[in-house]
């Protein structure tokens, strides 16, 4: 007696995974003519200083000590983006930041 119960609360089990599994899969196809797209910024290479005056410093701030000042127009290769920051590439191989309200990125 005990094997035929047993015997009917897996194959219950059974059909009862399978008819999940096969609800999950219908949920997670895509819906015939949707599209959807992804706006990225692309990695920005140079920068173009805007400012009259800029000066390059050694921090992310403000108050960091100044590396170098530069003028309107002067460009620089970009390392990276550090929150509101440029770090650029000098010269003279030393990295300084510049805050990106004093620079546009220039576009190839």
Known sequence: ???PLFVLIL??????TISCSRNQYQRQQP???VESSV????????????????????????????????????SFDVV??????????LPDNRIGFIPQGQCTPIVA
């Open 80 to 89: 990276s983006k550090v929150s509101d920051w440029f770090a650029v590439k």
């Open 31 to 33: 819906i015939a003519g």
């Open 11 to 16: 194959v219950l089990i059974f059909s009862f």
């Open 39 to 74: 706006n990225k910024d692309g990695d920005i290479e140079k920068v173009r200083v805007t400012a009259d005056n800029a000066n390059i410093r050694t921090g992310c701030s403000p108050t960091t000590p100044v590396v170098q000042s530069t003028n309107k127009n002067d």
């Open 1 to 3: 007696m005990k094997k």
